[in-house]
């Protein structure tokens, strides 16, 4: 079965300082990739998404960037935080129509 | 236009009560319907999935398909506090591209 890996779980971090958060994904081939923020008490808003290795869509103009260097590893990433990019990240994996699995979330805080 | 449109509520509801959550969505190119259940601080984990229009029935959950109203809804009898959680609608296009979200319900279930 399919398993995402997502770290950290917590981070807190000041503004205008880099970031990095890393999704890896066990189980399958090929996934589509999805990086997704939820602002408290809101819902997923997708931020990017990724078909394949180097492929990657934005949704949201922003501060924020991804990228896919291998099919299974999908990376989020700022030069520059802003105090709006506090939120919880979450990465998810689906593969065909089948069901997307999400890891356990980064909860941001930026100070 | 929203691709997906979710009340967020919060739905509060007396144990035992039959619950009723809704989408509605603006393509009709999509097949593939999805609901999800995301308790606090945890990510989204698949509750029930529908192919095309019809219902689907999993114990006290409910899922039904009307494509040609373009609304999705899940049903739940007999609500427990234990279901008490962020219900999100998730949208699959043909070619599964993109899993497109609700913004999700809140659902407290008092006890």
């Known amino acids: 079965s399919q398993t995402i890996h997502q770290w950290p779980a917590t981070l807190v971090q000041p503004v205008g300082s880099p970031l990095s958060l890393e999704c890896t994904v066990e189980?399958?081939?090929?996934?589509?990739l999805y990086w997704y923020r939820q602002a408290a008490g809101r819902g997923l808003q997708l931020l990017f998404y990724s078909v394949g290795i180097g492929q990657i869509s934005s949704e949201v103009p922003q501060n924020l960037s991804a990228s896919r260097p291998q099919d299974r590893q999908f990376i989020l990433s700022s030069k520059k935080l802003l105090l709006s990019d506090s939120g919880f990240y979450l990465c998810?994996?689906?593969?065909?129509?089948?069901?997307?699995?999400f890891g356990q979330g980064t909860r941001l805080t930026v100070v | 236009q929203k691709e997906v449109e979710q009340d967020p509520g919060p739905l509060s509801v007396p144990e035992g009560a039959i619950v009723s959550l809704n989408c509605t969505y603006s393509?009709?190119?999509?097949?593939?319907f999805m609901w999800y259940r995301q308790y606090s601080r945890k990510g989204p984990e698949l509750l029930m999935y529908?192919?095309?229009?019809g219902n689907k029935e999993d114990g006290r959950f409910t899922a039904q398909v009307d494509k040609s109203s373009k609304y999705i809804s899940l049903f739940i009898r007999d609500s427990q506090p234990s279901d008490s959680a962020t219900y999100l609608c998730?949208?699959?296009?043909?070619?599964?591209?993109?899993?497109?979200f609700g913004a999700g319900t809140i659902l407290r279930v008092k006890s």
């Open positions: 529908t192919y095309s229009s």
């Open positions: 393509n009709s190119a999509f097949q593939y």
């Open positions: 998730a949208i699959d296009g043909e070619y599964g591209n993109k899993l497109v």
């Open positions: 998810a994996a689906v593969t065909g129509h089948t069901e997307a699995f």
């Open positions: 189980g399958t081939s090929n996934p589509n």
